[in-house]
């Protein structure tokens, strides 16, 4: 059983379209986030949602928007593509009462733009 | 803020040798959480070990260990008998609230 799901894996369009990466989480986490890995490998938080709420809506352009239907889903919306967002894009989430912060991580989506 | 800095780019190890990668991290907060991840080929993220600061003793899972010091705000992973599937990029991350800040990441190279 996948705990963090992201749909598509892999994702390749053109410069000026919209796109939406999904990600779904079965572990009955509250906090969900969204994550952008550079071509160096580089890990930076983007969003964060917990609850349905936002709650970390780091420095990202405004072309990027989270969508969270429900506690289980948080989408990530792209409009406009620039081929500065080629990029791998993880989605992770975790519980707000565990002892830890662990968060587990989706499979990523690797975002090609041409 | 917070920073986590990982000053080894890249690495290599015999394998079933030991090898030790650094990380220091600068906070003024008393209670967080550290933890080491792994990323392999594969591209997904694996948690190695976590550490959390209120507890002296070092974590450890089975060949993974760390050394945390943290007057020094260091946390330095060790990997024993390495093996050619621990090859993989290591991120070393910190973690408070809901906030999680990664390091640049090792990449581990294992020699056969």
């Known amino acids: 059983d996948t705990a963090v799901s992201q749909t598509p894996k892999y994702l390749v369009t053109q410069m000026g379209n919209d796109k939406s990466i999904k990600c779904e989480q079965n572990?009955?986490?509250?906090?969900m986030y969204w994550y952008k890995q550079d071509s160096k490998k580089f890990l930076k938080i983007m969003f964060s949602?917990?609850?349905?709420?936002?709650?970390i809506n780091e420095t990202v352009p405004n072309r990027f928007s989270p969508k969270s239907p429900d506690k289980a889903h948080l989408n990530l919306h792209i409009n406009s593509l620039e081929l500065g967002d080629s990029a791998v894009y993880f989605c992770?989430?975790?519980?707000?009462?565990?002892?830890?912060?662990?968060?587990?991580f989706g499979p990523g989506t690797r975002l090609t733009v041409l | 803020a917070q920073t986590v800095t990982q000053s080894q780019p890249e690495m290599s190890v015999q394998e079933a040798e030991t090898v030790t990668l650094s990380c220091t991290y600068d906070?003024?907060?008393?209670?967080?959480?550290l933890f080491w991840y792994k990323q392999p080929p594969s591209r997904q993220m694996i948690l190695v070990i976590r550490?959390?600061?209120?507890?002296?003793q070092n974590a450890t899972e089975n060949r993974f260990s760390v050394n945390f010091q943290k007057a020094a705000k260091s946390f330095s992973l060790k990997i024993s008998d390495s093996q050619l599937g621990d090859a993989a990029m290591y991120f070393c991350?910190?973690?408070?609230?809901?906030?999680?800040?990664f390091g640049k990441g090792t990449r581990l190279h294992i020699l056969p």
């Open positions: 550490q959390e600061a209120y507890k002296q």
């Open positions: 572990l009955g986490h509250d906090t």
């Open positions: 949602y917990n609850n349905k709420e936002l709650i």
């Open positions: 992770a989430s975790s519980h707000r009462d565990l002892p830890f912060d662990e968060q587990f």
């Open positions: 991350a910190y973690s408070r609230d809901d906030k999680i800040i």
């Open positions: 906070t003024s907060e008393s209670d967080y959480y």
